[in-house]
């Protein structure tokens, strides 16, 4: 019997898996997802359930009040913002629109996996570019745009390395990419940096016609099950993406909760000392015991178990793998890194007061059990 056949390349697309979320142990620590440990805005959480009387309200498709919080939160036209299912939503439709078969979709090695299932997903080539030091390399990006790059993904601080590119390396990529290739700046982490040579992006979408900027509320904002993000576009970019977006993509109580998220900057900003300081804390302490940890701008540290597997004579992604399995038995998740090609590695978001010590504290325990 003929079955449906998908296009070609689709059955080769490997499903993108997320971090764990459940143990079978008494309390279980989350730390697989860079999910917020401090929930979201009480705001946000009353916005959310005064909605749960108009449920069979269709939403505002244009989210006119989602995209008015979100420009007066960061002084940008509303007209220009596109609201979407998270930015993974605002990720495939770019790609589904400028690009198709015979097209590549440029990423830099270690970026987060969407940009290239979503490349298959649309018939598009993928190309990874190498990174320096876990880290994007403009030039090396650069060197591997061809007449066939419809679009550059650079994740910025970038998913799971932690690193990021200076906003001078990020104005030099766009201006040496050709006019017809579109530079998308993925900045769901940027609310964490501090840095002042970190750029979002965000100032060149003001004067570019090939730059987007999409960022996230799922991160800082804590708003993870309600899949919400945004794009700051060029006008004829957010006219595209409101021509191939669904109608009523965004929710009535993801729009809601969003704008007094984003309004609410006493709680944002609370989250984001939260997470800086237990980051650095719990980085100096894993390099207490011996680990590698990279360093990271966002709520996340990259954990390389390379140099103890090493100094003992093992592999690293045997090392690295075990530990997994051994905190997952006392109900910690963290994120394998396989998938990303750095199986060697494994990454750990940041949790509560609570949890940061115990994890560190179990970390020590297994390094000395597995001497």
């Known amino acids: 019997m003929a079955l449906p056949t998908p296009r070609p390349g689709v059955l080769e697309i490997a499903p993108y898996i997320g971090g764990e979320s459940r143990a079978d142990a008494e309390r279980v620590i989350r730390l697989a997802s860079n999910e917020s440990p401090l929930g979201p805005s009480p705001q946000a959480v009353a916005a959310y359930s005064d909605l749960a009387g108009a449920l ?35 990720i495939a439709l770019l790609i589904n629109a400028y690009a198709g078969p015979g097209d590549e979709v440029l990423h830099s090695a270690h970026g987060f996996l969407m940009y290239a299932i979503s490349a298959k997903a649309a018939g598009a080539r993928p190309v990874a570019a190498p990174e320096t030091d876990l880290c994007a390399d403009v030039d090396v990006l650069l060197e591997h745009v061809s007449a066939r790059t419809r679009l550059v993904f650079l994740a910025n601080p970038n998913n799971p390395t932690g690193s990021f590119v200076s906003a001078a390396a990020l104005a030099r990529l766009r201006g040496d990419l050709p006019e017809h290739v579109l530079l998308v700046v993925d900045a769901a982490y940027a609310e964490y940096v501090s840095d002042n040579a970190y750029s979002s992006g965000m100032e060149l979408v003001h004067d570019a016609t090939n730059v ?95 140099g103890v597997a090493d100094s003992r004579g093992g592999r690293p992604e045997k090392l690295a793998e075990v530990a997994r399995l051994w905190l997952k038995q006392r109900g910690i998740l963290v994120r394998q890194m396989g998938a990303y090609g750095l199986p060697h590695c494994l990454r750990m978001s940041i949790g509560t007061a609570e949890d940061m010590p115990a994890v560190v504290d179990a970390v020590g325990a297994f390094l000395g059990e597995a001497a």
């Not at 970019?237 to 009535?252: E, K, M």
């Not at 007094?260 to 939260?274: M, Y």
């Open 212 to 306: 987007v900027m999409t960022r996230t509320f799922s991160k800082i904002y804590g708003l993870s099950a309600l899949r919400l993000g945004w794009a700051y576009c060029p006008p004829p970019v957010a006219d595209v993406l409101n021509r191939v977006r669904g109608p009523f993509n965004v929710s009535t109580p993801a729009q809601a909760a969003g704008a007094a998220a984003i309004a609410d900057t006493a709680f944002t900003e609370a989250a984001r000392v939260h997470a800086v300081g237990w980051r650095d804390w719990t980085a100096g302490r894993l390099r207490d015991l011996g680990l590698t940890v990279h360093p990271s701008i966002a709520n996340f540290l990259l954990i390389d178990f390379s």
């Open 56 to 90: 069979h309200r269709y939403p505002d498709g244009g989210a006119v009040a989602l995209r008015a919080a979100i420009a007066a939160r960061h002084d940008l036209d509303p007209a220009r913002i596109v609201c979407g299912a998270g930015s993974d939503e605002l």
